[in-house]
């Protein structure tokens, strides 16, 4: 008795499947890490944190006293006519400010004036958390 052997057309999903999910572990675990583009020392401070209703404006000064909006770099004068633009956009634009704590403080204060000319009244300074001891 001869067998005749066929060829299998069928795909196998399988190694597939394994390979997205592997993927998908991958990006769910490096996501947020993801979120935090420039490093800054942040002060330290006891009080809680706010709760949040909407997308803040981010606004930073790194260590250099470089000042980005939302991750691009701008000088004081283009902040503050980004932010007359955004406040057009946006019903009740909050704005978030982290500055290094290396910077002078003359400069934030140029910052939060910036924001202030610019029409926005909500603004808030990050600060972290001390480490308990």
Same mark, same amino acid.
């Given at each position: 008795m001869a067998f005749k052997? $066929?060829?299998?057309?069928?795909?196998?999903? %399988? =190694?597939?499947?394994?390979v997205m999910l592997v993927l998908l572990i991958i990006?769910?675990? %490096?996501? =947020?890490m993801m979120t935090h583009g420039l490093n800054v020392r942040l002060p330290k401070a006891t009080a809680r #944190?706010? =709760?949040?209703? $909407?997308? =803040?404006?981010?606004?930073?000064?790194?260590?250099?006293?470089?000042i980005y909006l939302n991750g691009?770099?701008?000088d004081i004068n283009l902040l503050?006519?980004?932010? @007359?633009?955004?406040? #057009?956009?946006?019903?009740?634009?909050?704005?978030?400010l982290r500055a290094?704590?290396?910077i002078a403080y003359g400069l934030v204060a140029k910052v939060i004036s910036a @924001?202030?000319?610019a029409g926005i009244e909500k603004l808030g300074l990050v600060t972290q958390l001390p480490v308990k001891r």
């Open positions: 052997k $066929s060829l299998m057309s069928d795909i196998n999903v %399988t =190694p597939f499947v394994d990006f769910m675990v %490096t996501a =947020p #944190s706010l =709760p949040q209703k $909407s997308i =803040p404006i981010n606004v930073i000064i790194d260590a250099k006293g470089h691009v770099m701008v503050q006519q980004k932010l @007359i633009q955004m406040r #057009s956009q946006i019903k009740q634009p909050r704005v978030l290094d704590r290396a @924001i202030k000319r």
